[in-house]
């Protein structure tokens, strides 16, 4: 009885734990984490204002002599936009990157000063602009908190750069259009936050310069020969607004 009694306990036993095994979920393996919140690819637009500082070193020859010489400075200034791309990886609290963008600018500045009070006497008009400009940069910052980035940004900044120069002395005028694509450097900083939906928006401010380019204005009939070298720098403050593809992770 007592054998009879032990083998349908165990058979209860085995049912019961069946059964219940039989409730539980099936397995899953965890899936696996989500990417870091800055990691990814990203595109965007931006606008701004430019505040640049066209300086020119003048020198004037007449019958191979040196008579005069002038140093000035201009401000060339005016409203910026473009757009840019670039890619992020994020390490801890840390982001490094890549931007690349490209500027339609409406940068531009004039002057008219006297070279030589004569007689005759000899001016120079002059007009520069900036007509676009482009970088292309890394980008190494620290995120103040899972939505705010800081950090400092630095590469090759190109741009187009024109000049228009008329030198006068008496009657005599001779003009001379430069236009060329000059390549530079550019470094700044800027600050960058989630918004929602994927985008973030940001506040940067870079300087750029362009380096020095030469002319030389030849007056005709007065053998006289100005000889003109400029150098282009900017101060940029723009807002942007960029798109990561895939969304954000850390969900703004």
Do not use: C
């Amino acid at each position: 009885m007592k054998k009879v009694l032990l083998a349908t306990s165990a058979l209860v036993i085995l049912a019961v734990g069946s059964a219940s095994a039989a409730d539980l979920p099936a397995y899953r393996p965890a899936p696996p984490p989500p990417p870091p919140a800055w990691t990814g690819l990203y595109w965007g637009v931006n606008v701004g204002y430019s505040w640049g500082e066209a300086k020119r070193d003048t020198t004037l020859q007449i019958a191979n002599g040196v008579f005069g010489s002038a140093s000035r400075s201009r401000e060339v200034d005016g409203v910026i936009g473009g757009f840019q791309t670039g890619y992020n990886h994020q390490f801890g609290n840390w982001v490094f990157g890549f931007e690349t963008d490209f500027q339609a600018s409406g940068q531009k500045g004039s002057e008219s000063f006297q070279l030589l009070a004569g007689p005759p006497a000899t001016f120079l008009n002059t007009e520069d602009k900036l007509t676009w400009f482009g970088t292309s940069r890394t980008r190494l910052g620290v995120l103040w908190s899972p939505n705010v980035l800081l950090y400092g940004t630095a590469g090759v900044a190109y741009g187009q750069v024109k000049e228009d120069s008329t030198i006068t002395r008496g009657n005599q005028s001779a003009t001379a259009n430069f236009k060329d694509t000059k390549a530079g450097w550019t470094a700044g900083a800027g600050v960058e936050g989630g918004i929602g939906g994927g985008w973030t928006a940001k506040l940067e401010y870079l300087y750029l310069d362009l380096g020095k380019t030469e002319q030389t204005l030849a007056t005709p009939g007065l053998g006289t020969l100005a000889n003109l070298q400029h150098r282009f720098t900017d101060n940029i403050v723009r807002v942007g607004f960029n798109y990561k593809w895939g969304g954000y992770g850390g969900g703004y």
